[in-house]
Structures are given as structure tokens and as C-alpha cells.
């Protein structure tokens, strides 16, 4: 049975992760390893709303079990040593140079975890990859692990995570299914078996499935894909809908009462966000090219091409909006974040339309409740489209909602926050250059209550013509 856990990654996956397997299994001990000492203070800070990872119930979970079961540490190699099971969680970012850059997934950090396992183990363990994994990286751990260690034996185990962000803890608790993918040999049927076990403390037997390596890494990216097709198939339609005069939310709500397509992940918006969708469809798109399937590659590259669009399109459409001119004007984004409930901002639509109106010589004062100004400054250099100073004086940062919109030219809403909908819109208003536009890229506020109060309100899809 499985006594001693260490996970390789504190970050969006592996912190809230660990946090729930340590909350649910009091007997086995939970480290936490990570190169980022930062990150592992701010982890172990004694007031648990300062954890490095905003999301809903995380620092419940944590002062449950953190100091009882639950330790975060910058101790890799001790954590290594003392595990009986090793979770990979580090990032895997799409490659930024070389072959496959802009495409396939950077596996440097996984490749050093793998060798770090490997000089460090003394007896034999079992190795999780738990992050996001083109198929087939378990054969390279695999040769790793068996060349360069010092006689231990290893099984690795693909154990790919479903959890959303903003919704990880209540994922954790009911997920959907537990995927465990391992060798069919009788040693990876039995380390299959020990990863069950944990994962039955408290998830359903039936939940838990087991199959083959490459079959659970090709689901993981398949999963994403497929929800990802479906957020660009709508934002596809919700460009049809402007011209037409259609209104895109209620063909989502009358295509999804279809049982076969069903009601969820049907939200038109400014695009999707977020460290996997994009990550995960240019991998399966850089595999079969890498098997010679063009059509098949350029079938899913389709689904990032209608996402890059449809960001685009909203910049557009704010220009084109307030007379073919930003330069100089003040345009109010409220969110940066790609989704609520999370101060995660990775490829976060924001950051390409801040980029876009920026390039047309904007003025923007974000708000967001969970991220602050280093990391938006941090997002648009990461685009390396110009210097720091640059983007300092274009795009600036505020800590309370009205004072980003008051005298604003338009307000654009990049991300879904509840917290948007119950504001003095009245008051917004009233400090606002008229005519003063709204532009809902996530159809949430109230268009008629808006436009009531004098507001000219674009949303994704429902314009009038
Ligand atoms: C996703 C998968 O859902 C999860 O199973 C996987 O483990 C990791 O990738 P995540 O990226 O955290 O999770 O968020 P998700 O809720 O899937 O949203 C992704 C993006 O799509 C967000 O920017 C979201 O705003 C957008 N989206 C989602 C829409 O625009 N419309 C929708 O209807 C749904
Ligand atoms: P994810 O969303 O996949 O969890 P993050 O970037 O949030 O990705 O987290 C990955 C973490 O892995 C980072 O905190 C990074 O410092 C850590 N990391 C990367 N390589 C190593 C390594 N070799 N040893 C320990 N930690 C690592």
C-alpha cells in the first residue's frame, strides 16, 4: 500500500491536487516539491488565503491538512527518495524555439524531473506523469528511468487530470472519471492497481478507469480538443448571428436541450483561455503532422485558428465601434483572468485584445478581482511585441472597478466574474464619456437593463441588425 506520495510541481495542478488526495487519505503523507522557493513559502505561509493559487475551497483543504499529512518543501531530492510514489506535475509550455516551436510541447522540465528521479531513487517507485503530455512521453521516461538509475525498478503510470480551473476542488472531490493508464505487463497492472486504490478512498469504483499508456495521454488531449471544438464552434456561429440578427444564446439553449449535444460548454465569448486548450490541440495537431495525417492535423488546427479569430474580432470590433479610433482613449477592461474564479491568466483572451487596441494606441485600465498589475505587466511582455516600458504606460492597473471605468470611452468585459453583474451600473454610467459602449465578451451582463440606463451594449452574437 501506498504510505509516501511526493509530487513534483506546486502549481495549478499539482497543489490543489495533492491538497485533496492528503485531505482525503489522512495515512499517507503528501509532499509537495518545487525548484520555486517563492512558491513554496507562499505555500506554507501561515494564513492560508496567501496560498500562491486562487481557487474556490483550495485554502479549506489546505489548513486541513497542510503540517498533518500535507507538506510543501523545496527538498526535491529528499522528497524523491522518501516516496513510494512520484506525481510528475511540472509545466509543460508549448515549445518557444526550434523544431516544433509554436506547436509541441516543451518537454525539458519533464526530461529533468525524469533524470533527477533517476539519480536519485534508491528503490523502486512508481512515476505518475500527471501533467499534459504529447503521447508517448511515458516511453521517454521510461528510457530515462531505466538507463540511468542506479537498479531501481520503475512503472510508469499516465494519470492525466480533467480538472477546470475555478472548479478544481469541487472536480477533485466528483470527478467525472479517474483515468489511470499503464503497461499491461502483471508490474504495471499491480502499480495500476496501487494508484486505484488511492484514488478509491473516496472516488467510486466505477468511476476509476484503467487502460493503456498511450490510450489515457490520448485521451487527455482528445478531451480538451473536444471542448475546445465545441467553445469555437459556437464563437462560429455567434459571428453568424451578428449578421444575421440572430441572437447566439438562444441557439445555444435550443441546440442543447438536443440530448445528443447537450447544454454545457456552449457560452460564445471572446475565445477561450488557458494553459491547456491551446497547448493540447497544437500537440495533437504537431503528432499528426509528425505521422504525415495533414487532414487530420489541419481538421483540429481549425479550432485554434477560429479562436485566434474571434479575439481579433472583438478588438475589431470596439475600434471599428468607437469611430474607426481608439488612439488616445480610455477603454475600461474588467477581468484579465481567462476564466472566473481563478487568478490563473495564461493565454487569456485579454492579454491579445489588450495587445490588439494597444497596437492602435489604446489607453487600458484593467480591472481584475484576483490578478494584479505585475502579472498583466508579466503577460503582455511575455508577447515580446514591445518593451516594458512600453506596455507600463499602455495598459495600467487598478484595485477598484469604478475608478477603472470612470471616464472611460468603453468598458470591455474579458472575463466571466460574477462580481460584474451586481455593480452600480447607474453610477459607472454617469462617470463615463458618452456615448458610452459596453462590450460584453462574455454575454453576462443584463443588455436591456444596460441599454435602459443610456449604455451601448455590444455582446458576442446578440446584436441587432
Ligand atoms: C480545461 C478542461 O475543462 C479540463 O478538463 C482540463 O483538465 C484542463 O483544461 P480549464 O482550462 O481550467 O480546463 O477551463 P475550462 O473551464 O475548460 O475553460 C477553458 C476556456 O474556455 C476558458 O477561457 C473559458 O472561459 C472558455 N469557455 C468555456 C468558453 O468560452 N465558453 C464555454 O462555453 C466554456
Ligand atoms: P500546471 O498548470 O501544469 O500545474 P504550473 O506552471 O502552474 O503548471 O506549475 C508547474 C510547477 O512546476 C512550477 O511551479 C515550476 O516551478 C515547477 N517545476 C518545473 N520543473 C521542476 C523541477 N525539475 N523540479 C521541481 N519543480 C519544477
Known amino acids: 500500500m501506498i504510505k509516501n506520495i511526493c509530487c513534483i510541481g506546486a502549481g495549478y495542478v499539482g497543489g490543489p491536487t495533492m491538497a485533496v488526495i492528503a485531505q482525503r487519505c489522512p495515512h499517507i503523507k503528501v509532499t509537495v516539491v518545487d525548484l520555486n522557493e517563492k512558491r513554496i513559502a507562499a505555500w506554507n505561509d501561515p494564513d492560508v488565503n496567501k496560498i500562491p493559487i486562487y481557487e474556490p475551497g483550495l485554502s479549506q483543504v489546505v489548513a486541513e491538512a497542510r503540517g498533518r499529512n500535507l507538506f510543501f518543501s523545496t527538498e526535491v531530492d529528499q522528497a524523491i527518495d522518501e516516496a513510494d510514489m512520484i506525481f510528475i506535475s511540472v509545466n509543460t509550455p508549448t515549445k518557444t524555439y526550434g523544431i516544433g ?60 487530470e480533467f480538472l477546470a480551473e475555478g472548479t478544481a476542488i469541487e472536480d477533485l472531490f466528483a470527478p467525472d472519471r479517474v483515468l489511470i493508464g499503464g503497461d499491461t505487463t ?57 449578421r444575421t440578427g ?43 503532422k509528425s505521422y504525415g495525417l495533414h487532414e487530420v492535423a489541419d481538421y483540429w488546427e481549425q479550432v485554434i485558428i477560429m479562436n485566434d479569430h474571434q479575439k481579433r474580432r472583438f478588438a475589431k470590433n470596439i475600434i471599428s465601434t468607437l469611430y474607426n479610433t481608439v488612439s488616445g482613449k480610455k477603454i475600461a477592461f474588467l477581468g484579465w483572468a481567462f ?32 490578478v494584479g498589475q505585475e502579472q498583466i505587466q508579466f ?79 455590444h455582446g458576442i452574437g446578440v446584436n441587432e441588425i
Not at 506547436?103 to 501533467?131: G, H, P
Not at 444564446?249 to 491547456?276: H, Q, W
Open 246 to 288: 440572430a441572437n447566439v444564446n438562444e441557439v445555444a439553449k435550443a441546440i442543447g436541450l438536443d440530448s445528443r449535444i447537450g447544454p454545457k460548454f456552449l457560452k460564445a465569448s471572446v475565445g477561450f483561455g488557458g494553459s491547456c486548450f491551446q497547448k493540447d490541440i497544437l500537440n495533437l495537431v504537431y503528432i499528426a
Open 379 to 457: 503577460d503582455l511582455n511575455y508577447l515580446n511585441t514591445r518593451t516594458e516600458e512600453e506596455n507600463k504606460n499602455a495598459v495600467k492597473s487598478v484595485a477598484n472597478p469604478y475608478e477603472a471605468c470612470k471616464n472611460a470611452h468603453a468598458i470591455a468585459i474579458l472575463t466571466e466574474w460574477d462580481e460584474f453583474k451586481s455593480y452600480d451600473w447607474k453610477q459607472i454610467y454617469d462617470n463615463m464619456l458618452k456615448p458610452a459602449f459596453v462590450f460584453d465578451g462574455r454575454n453576462i451582463l443584463d443588455k436591456k437593463a444596460l441599454e435602459d440606463i443610456g449604455f451601448k451594449y
Open 186 to 242: 502483471p508490474e504495471g497492472q499491480k502499480a495500476i492497481q496501487q494508484l486505484v486504490d488511492v484514488y478509491a478512498n473516496w472516488v467510486p469504483k466505477d468511476r476509476i478507469l484503467t487502460t493503456n499508456v498511450w490510450s489515457s495521454e490520448l485521451s487527455k488531449l482528445t478531451a480538451n480538443a473536444f471542448l475546445a471544438q465545441r467553445v469555437s464552434s459556437i464563437n462560429a456561429l455567434s459571428e453568424l448571428c451578428e
Open 339 to 370: 476564466k472566473k474564479d481563478t487568478n490563473d491568466t495564461r493565454e487569456s483572451a485579454a492579454i491579445y485584445v489588450a495587445d490588439d487596441l494597444v497596437n492602435e494606441q489604446a489607453e487600458i485600465v484593467v480591472f481584475d478581482p484576483k
Open 101 to 160: 516551436k509554436g506547436m509541441a510541447a516543451d518537454l525539458k522540465y519533464i526530461e529533468l524531473c525524469a533524470r533527477q528521479i533517476a539519480r536519485v531513487a534508491k528503490n523502486d517507485k512508481i512515476v505518475v506523469e500527471k501533467s499534459t503530455l504529447p503521447v508517448r512521453t511515458a516511453s521517454a521516461i521510461k528510457d530515462i528511468l531505466d538507463n540511468t538509475g542506479n537498479g531501481a525498478q520503475f512503472q510508469i503510470l499516465s494519470n492525466p
